[in-house]
């Protein structure tokens, strides 16, 4: 046996007691406080408050994933409803099945829920995640590891995945589609970072950078996959998702740069409020400063008067002291015998 090949798993559960830990649904844990963590740094960074990304992830989070599970049970709805299937397990998410394509788009739908609360800008929103996301797909990957699924061809490759008998599979070494669509995402997070700072890109421009970049990844890689799809013209239909995704997020780029060019100034309103009623909590260090350079200004040229007041007081002081002395020698016993 080669050593160079990566095992799989035994099994995709381990027990803590009675309480059972799933490989699949902890790779999607660590994916989620990745994305908010980053987002949430990206969203400070741009002039938000802290939190206000986890506050709308709880909307974006629950309809995500039960967007992506549905998309999943649609497009392959013959593992749940076809003959000897028991139409239950379209329910135990646990055991894999996660589409992107509806996880992205149901998860927009609570996220445009928590932004219209919190009266924010859903694209700036989407555009300080973006990366984090590409980088929860990375971590969220490793789950089919777990599960023993969603590999590619078989191969001899030295980093081809060990994959052993089970349901629905033949034990062999196959390509490792889970880790290159990981490794991809990762490239994808740090494309759409880089492109943020070197462009500045703003009103969602971020997000659909993030969007075509990772359907490029996605075609080729989905096209590896041997598990079963459904297939038009001779394509995977999530081929054919990557490519009308692609050309939707393109589009959107060139359009967005032309009729909303730069990035938002103010992403959260009253983030700037908070700066001036209460700077000393350091919500908004540059309001803070700001202010400060005004007291500076005012104390400086407070002093600059009260100097001249000093300096025009100073002539009339020696004009009253010199008219005080000859006064004086007026008065003097001696200056009347002169």
Request: proline share 5%; aromatic share 10%; glycine share 12%.
């Amino acid at each position: 046996m080669n050593l160079a090949f990566i095992p799989s798993p035994s099994t995709g559960v381990l027990h803590l007691g009675p309480i059972p830990l799933r490989g699949y649904a902890f790779c999607i844990i660590i994916g989620v406080f990745v994305a908010v963590w980053l987002g949430n740094k990206r969203w400070v960074a741009r002039g938000g408050k802290p939190g206000t990304v986890a506050d709308i992830a709880v909307w974006a989070v629950p309809f995500g994933l039960v967007g992506g599970r549905l998309y999943h049970v649609i497009t392959d709805y013959q593992l749940y409803f076809g003959e000897g299937r028991d139409w239950v397990d379209a329910f135990k998410i646990w055991e894999g099945g996660l589409g992107i394509w509806g996880a992205i788009a149901l998860g927009a739908v609570g996220a445009w829920i928590g932004c219209r609360r919190r009266g924010i800008p859903l694209p700036a929103w989407a555009d300080a995640l973006a990366p984090g996301i590409a980088l929860a797909q990375a971590c969220g990957r490793w789950g089919n590891w777990f599960n023993q699924e969603l590999y590619g061809r078989a191969t001899d490759l030295p980093w081809a995945v060990e994959i052993s008998d089970g349901p629905n599979r033949v034990a062999g070494t196959y390509h490792p589609t889970f880790l290159y669509e990981s490794l991809w995402c990762i490239g994808v997070a740090l494309l759409v970072i880089w492109a943020d700072r070197r462009f500045t890109l703003g009103h969602g421009r971020a997000f659909a950078l993030y969007v075509a970049a990772y359907c490029v990844g996605r075609g080729w890689i989905e096209y590896m996959r041997v598990d079963e799809a459904h297939h038009i013209l001779g394509l995977r239909l999530n081929v054919w998702t990557s490519i009308v995704v692609f050309v939707l997020a393109v589009v959107y780029l060139v359009l967005s740069a032309k009729l909303r060019p730069g990035r938002e100034e103010i992403v959260e309103p009253d983030a700037g409020a908070g700066a001036v009623a209460g700077a000393k909590d350091g919500d908004t260090p540059a309001e803070d400063g700001k202010a400060k350079d005004a007291d500076a200004k005012d104390a400086e040229a407070k002093g600059a008067v009260e100097a001249e007041a000093e300096a025009d007081a100073e002539p009339k002081d020696a004009k009253a002291e010199a008219e005080g002395t000859a006064e004086d020698k007026a008065e003097a016993p001696g200056a009347k015998k002169l």
